[in-house]
């Protein structure tokens, strides 16, 4: 059966938008031309598949980086895209149909899925904060999530980039400026409240974090390190400011402008890394002390990077979770372009490609590991001292996303772990009336009760179809979306 989750929701409503665009090449004239798959599914994923031919805009890097937005402005980017929305939804309408002429897709339920969930974070998620930049809400949840909120803005990525000019552009960028406050403010938070004060359903959070003259109402003297005023989950889980990262980097390069890397951003990214070398030393360096951790001993100084929760919210084991240390690789990369060239500073960009070709070693070393085929896959999760943890996980990151994420595979062993991932040899891996990739997070579902731990998340059947090697797999995964 499939479950619903907060995160399964907002993830789906953005990423069925590269699935749909990867089958129907989604041009809104309705054209089709040789490679328009990748096109889309690159333009989606906020980077254009002629990037390296692209000449990016060198604007300076502004002083100040607050962006704030009218009520004016945001009721116009909200008309722009379900304008944007009507029109990709009549595009692939005539794709789908002549696409999949003869067979059993619902073509126009599909394209009507496509454009609410295209309209779904502008319509409902966009929120107006204290200093007027933009929060968005985690959806069905009112805080702000620094992944998933990077996640709902991708697909507009695109529109800010139309050459005429798009009001989602300064929506996007107040957005990003918001994200860099709170991971400056708390480097360790993965979410948070839109306001702050005394209240239960303000911030910061009373349970988790430690009393301090701006929160004596917060009772956890033992938590560290100190909050920030908004803080609300204090879930360490280390992928949560690499979507940051990748969200600036996407809108560098397909919007072609440097606007939005100011000198905070550059600040960011050197907390980023303190949080990396700090963590590589779980056990000997870091003060975090918010969250119990999963007994169990593991190696330090190995390359790898200590996270306290997966991305599901759920603790990860002693030791290191792999998909999370390659979408680390993946960002500190990223991350290094962005330092030498529009931020200036080459400094920061070697430190930044050092601690990437460490993290590498590590996951090659440690992460590769022998399936129970005998052929070589990535580990979900290691210790460095020889224990290993075997399955894959719906969220992201996670290995299954492995190319959509941009990673290189240097050893090639991404085909066979996705044989494994998507096999009943994989924990995770349900076969019933459906098959999907699901994950151990109990949840009661919004319309399935009965459903705990054992269930298809939609976010695992998507990602299986964005991945998938042939344009059949892609449709059997749209017709299960569906049904």
């Not at 499939?2 to 004239?29: E, N």
């Not at 129970?372 to 290993?388: C, N, R, S, T």
Request: net charge negative; with cysteine; hydrophobic share 35%.
């Amino acid at each position: 059966m499939m479950c619903r989750a907060s995160f399964s929701i907002i993830v789906t409503a953005s990423t069925i938008c590269t699935l749909v665009g990867a089958v129907a090449q989604c041009l809104p004239d309705g054209d089709v031309s040789e490679g328009s798959d990748d096109a889309c599914l690159l333009s989606l994923r906020g980077v254009t598949k002629n990037d390296a031919d692209r000449s990016v805009k060198a604007e300076s890097v502004r002083a100040s980086s607050r962006v704030t937005v009218t009520s004016s402005e945001m009721l116009g980017a909200r008309t722009e895209v379900r304008k944007e929305a009507e029109a990709l939804k009549n595009g692939l309408l005539a794709n789908l149909a002549r696409r999949f002429s003869g067979s059993s897709l619902n073509v126009s339920k599909l394209a009507n899925m496509f454009e609410r969930t295209y309209r779904f974070n502008a319509d409902r998620t966009l929120k107006e904060f204290s200093d007027g930049s933009v929060f968005v809400s985690t959806g069905d949840i009112k805080q702000m999530w620094l992944r998933d909120s990077s996640v709902q803005m991708m697909p507009y990525l695109p529109l800010a980039a139309k050459p005429e000019g798009s009001a989602m552009r300064k929506v996007l960028e107040s957005v990003m400026y918001r994200q860099v406050q709170f991971f400056l403010g708390d480097p360790y938070a993965s979410a948070f409240y839109q306001t702050t004060g005394p209240g239960k359903d303000d911030g910061p959070s009373k349970d988790s974090c430690p009393p301090s003259e701006s929160c004596p109402n917060c009772h956890c003297p033992t938590c560290a390190p100190a909050c920030s005023p908004y803080t609300y989950q204090t879930d360490f889980e280390l992928d949560s400011p690499l979507f940051v990262v990748l969200l600036h980097h996407a809108y560098w390069k397909t919007v072609g402008t440097a606007s939005h890397l100011s000198p905070e951003f550059g600040d960011a990214l050197r907390t980023l890394l303190q949080v990396v070398r700090t963590e590589q030393f779980h056990k000997s360096k870091s003060a975090y002390n918010r969250k119990q951790a999963m007994p169990g001993d593991f190696a330090e100084g190995i390359g790898l990077v200590w996270s306290q929760a997966l991305p599901s919210d759920d603790k990860a084991g002693p030791g290191y979770v792999v998909p999370q240390n390659i979408m680390l690789e993946v960002v500190l990369r990223k991350a290094a372009e962005m330092a030498s060239g529009p931020l200036n500073d080459t400094s920061l960009a070697a430190d930044l490609r050092e601690e990437a070709a460490n993290v590498e070693a590590g996951i090659q070393k440690y992460g590769v590991v022998p399936g129970p085929d005998g052929q070589k896959i990535y580990a979900f999760a290691v210790d460095g001292l020889g224990g290993v943890k075997t399955m894959d996980d719906a969220n992201m990151p996670n290995l299954l996303w492995l190319p959509f994420l941009g990673y290189e595979d240097p050893g090639k062993h991404y085909d066979a772990t996705r044989k494994f991932v998507l096999s009943e040899k994989d924990p995770n891996y349900f076969i019933g009336r459906y098959k999907g990739l699901g994950s151990a997070h109990a949840t009661t579902g919004d319309h399935h009760p009965w459903c705990q731990s054992r269930c298809i998340w939609h976010l695992g059947l998507i990602m299986e179809g964005v991945t998938a090697p042939s344009d059949e797999q892609k449709l059997d995964i749209m017709k299960e979306v569906l049904e």
